[in-house]
């Protein structure tokens, strides 16, 4: 098993346990930081491991039209070209593939799309999705999917959910398993791990058949994708909670695309375990910085004379050596430090949290971490 369950904390869903990749163990819950186009912008690999990050996350879509296929074959694939010894985990690019409405149509057999760099013309099948991330050296690889933006009709749904499964059990095959005919699933060779996607909207019947669906596939994972994709907060809770607790127990638990530090939190206590999100970074770049105390926008007037660091409880470099006045005066003279600084920061609180949360559920004290922990983020500090 690629996945094993540590400890169910006794008051909560939530729950640790570790999952074996071909380059190392990841423990979850973990935060996975987005590198899409093989780097954490603007971040270092030291960088990275110095917050403590476990995973990477790259995006087999922008590396498959930059550098391309044949660049990443010579490099010797992904770990090798960005120099990164950890786990990488790659998405399949469906999402971005099915956010260029005008410019891809859906077949049966994969997707055609106009590059949105250059207006080059490809087809990706879900066998050649499997195959480049292979290229890549992926230790987690996503099936193509067909991810479908809120708000979407029934029907849509469904039939989205008939091509979804059948790329899913395309992408098995080409991953080196097949179906047998007792219905079981047989592993023809060893490889990276493959993770089933279940979409379904916000209609929960349909989640729950695409649940059923993709489960009988038997992958090593399940995600939770087409959430957050314009869809109000209460509804991505109530999805979330209702997949993750129709999920096999003995899989891995991931959930696409969701994370503030409060919605980690609350996914955990549904019993997620893996998260990926580039709003640490996205938000770092434009000098919103996360901390114990909430949210803090370092570009504001009330920082110019602010020498605190930007958390006082945070160890991270920035907050170490830097103050919240000289990080806003870096972004006010458009210093590329100021953004670095902000991002880091992000990316080792983002990090803190869910090891913090992982040790309070060891105890059988997450519910009350978690409720401490949100009282204190939604605090106003004064100087916001």
Request: charged share 25%; glycine share 10%.
């Amino acid at each position: 098993m690629s996945f094993k369950l540590l400890h169910k904390d006794t008051s909560a869903k939530a729950r640790t346990g570790v999952l074996h990749t071909a380059h190392g163990k990841v423990r979850t819950p973990c935060f996975t930081p987005v590198g899409t186009q093989a780097t954490i912008k603007s971040l270092s690999n030291r960088e990275m491991k110095e917050c403590g990050a476990e995973m990477i996350m790259a995006n087999a879509y922008h590396l498959f039209l930059r550098p391309g296929e044949e660049i990443l074959k010579m490099a010797g694939g992904l770990h090798k070209f960005m120099s990164w010894e950890g786990p990488i985990m790659t998405d399949s690019g469906g999402y971005q593939i099915f956010s260029l409405a005008p410019l891809r149509k859906v077949e049966k057999e994969g997707v055609r799309f106009a590059s949105h760099i250059d207006g080059s013309k490809h087809f990706l099948t879900p066998e050649k999705v499997v195959e480049f991330q292979k290229v890549l050296g992926s230790d987690i690889m996503m099936p193509l999917d067909e991810c479908l933006h809120y708000p979407v009709s029934r029907n849509a749904v469904e039939e989205s959910l008939e091509t979804t499964f059948g790329w899913a059990e395309r992408s098995k095959t080409a991953n080196g398993v097949e179906r047998a005919a007792n219905g079981k699933n047989q592993k023809l060779s060893s490889g990276p791990l493959l993770f089933g996607i279940i979409q379904g909207g916000t209609y929960l019947d349909l989640r729950r058949r695409a649940v059923e669906e993709i489960a009988g596939l038997d992958f090593d994972g399940y995600a939770i994708g087409g959430v957050a994709v314009g869809e109000p907060g209460e509804l991505i809770r109530e999805v979330t909670e209702y997949t993750a607790g129709l999920l096999p127990e003995n899989k891995v638990r991931y959930l696409m695309g969701v994370g503030t530090p409060l919605d980690m939190l609350l996914a955990i206590s549904q019993g997620v375990d893996l998260f990926d999100c580039v709003v640490p970074t996205r938000n770092g770049r434009n000098g919103q910085a996360f901390t114990s105390g909430g949210e803090l926008q370092l570009r504001n007037a009330p920082f110019k004379r602010d020498f605190r660091p930007i958390d006082e409880k945070c160890r991270c470099y920035a907050c170490r050596n830097h103050s919240r006045a000289y990080i806003r005066h870096l972004f006010n003279t458009d210093e590329i430090l100021g953004l670095r600084l902000v991002s880091l920061h992000n990316i080792h609180f983002y990090v803190n949290i869910i090891n913090r949360a992982r040790k309070a559920i060891e105890e059988n004290r997450f519910v009350e971490f978690k409720k401490e922990f949100m009282e204190n983020y939604k605090r106003r500090e004064k100087s916001c």
